[in-house]
């Protein structure tokens, strides 16, 4: 293993630093529902992408019903 044969110092250190920093995502408003999300991706909370229903989604507690009936069928085999 190489070693680095000069002590860097503590300005090169801080310059090399400086891009370390996380930017904020940018996040954009639903036209829907007006929730925060992703540019150019399909909204997680309605399912709509420029005004069309793309996806499905379905609330916590039709997806906790789905489940648990999926869960029943399995222990019945
Ligand atoms: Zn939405």
Redesign the pocket.
Known sequence: MGLPSKRRTKQSKKERASHFALKAIALTA?P??K?K?LPHKV?P??G?YNGRQVIKVESLTERKKRRETRYEQKKNI
Do not use: E, H, L, S
Request: aromatic content about 12%; charged content about 35%.
């Open positions: 639903c829907d529902c929730k999300i909204c909370y309605c709509k």
